[in-house]
């Protein structure tokens, strides 16, 4: 049976998962009119550019969204070290829990200052959160690294940027037979309501009308900050979205079963860490939590009624000023 403590955390990957579904209804939506142009401009004489055009503002409701996909993901991280402290100190709620959190670090000094931060935990959860640190890793590829830096540009600063990226381009241009064409790729993503996706250079003069283009392009929602990592920007949007939650639900998983033994999605874990924690805890006797948050009820002087009569018994002037109606 899985853990109470746990479950804010599941709640709050499925409220995101709903926030990304919406996006995707925003975006489809926003879709509709073709809000975009597709160009080939002559640039000279023998070089033309491939261009994608915004016509249409994009949505700001897709920043709102992301904003609170990506607040719902973060927290549930937190609520993970929060319920697994629960668990390790068998104190609800666990000590120290003001300064807990889900530590995510670029450089290993700021993992050694704050090491405070997770004193409830087991020395094994404390190892197993350093192998999940950005420095540990490719900072780049690290879901941890991406979610930490989105959300606190989007909790401290502004809303993301949200922009569109060239997800597919098969392109398709009919060139004269003895004019020989080279082409370069450019960019993907949409700048200032513009992408120079690739160069068409010719061997000699070639002017406008003997030239046929067809895009042939797939265009997804992008975040621009996020459009400059190199390792998640050869990722569809959606797909990026679904691998983090996932990510966020295993993470769930793992502490979970660690310190309880048990969990939902038990599939989602290897079986070589099935076996380690069940090792670990073949010796454990869990005692019962100690709930710290019910304090002694203070009663108040002794208060004395006045006369009154059947109509307030039956509630005729209750609320004193009747009902009313929020708009």
């Not at 404390?126 to 420095?135: D, H, S, V």
């Not at 993907?188 to 002017?207: K, W």
């Not at 670990?280 to 006045?306: C, H, M, T, Y």
Request: proline share 7%.
């Amino acid at each position: 049976m899985a853990s109470l403590q746990f479950d804010p955390a599941r709640l709050r990957v499925e409220r995101a998962k709903e926030h990304s579904a919406e996006m995707a209804r925003v975006w489809n939506r926003f879709l509709e009119p073709h809000p975009f142009e597709f160009d080939l401009r002559r640039m000279s004489a023998r070089e033309y550019e491939m261009r994608v055009l915004l016509e249409s503002p994009i949505p700001p409701a897709l920043s709102l969204l992301f904003g609170e996909w990506l607040y719902n993901l973060r927290s549930a991280l937190d609520y993970v070290v929060w319920a697994a402290a629960v668990h390790t100190s068998r104190k609800y709620p666990p000590p120290g829990e003001s300064a807990l959190q889900y530590p995510i670090y670029d450089d290993e000094s700021s993992w050694k200052r704050n090491l405070y931060r997770l004193a409830p935990l087991a020395e094994h959860h404390r190892e197993m959160l350093l192998t999940m640190q950005p420095f540990n890793s490719d900072p780049d590829g690290n879901y941890l690294g991406w979610l930490n830096r989105l959300a606190r540009i989007d909790r401290h600063r502004t809303l993301a940027v949200s922009t569109a990226r060239v997800a597919e381009a098969e392109p398709v241009v009919g060139v004269p037979r003895d004019a020989e064409p080279r082409f370069r790729w450019g960019e993907r993503s949409l700048r200032n309501g513009v992408c120079r996706l690739g160069r068409l250079t010719f061997d000699r003069d070639v002017e406008p009308e003997e030239l046929h283009f067809n895009p042939r392009v797939g265009i997804d929602p992008e975040i621009d900050e996020w459009s400059k990592s190199p390792f998640w920007s050869r990722i569809r949007f959606s797909e990026r979205l679904r691998m983090i939650e996932l990510f966020v639900a295993v993470e769930i998983t793992i502490y979970e079963f660690d310190t309880t033994g048990d969990s939902e999605d038990l599939e989602r874990l290897t079986e070589t860490f099935r076996n380690e924690v069940l090792t670990r805890r073949a010796s454990q006797v869990d005692s019962p939590i100690e709930r710290l948050d019910n304090p002694e009820l203070q009663w108040s002087d002794l208060v004395f009624g006045r006369e009154s009569n059947r109509g307030r018994l039956l509630g005729h002037d209750f609320p004193s000023q009747g009902s009313h109606s929020v708009r």
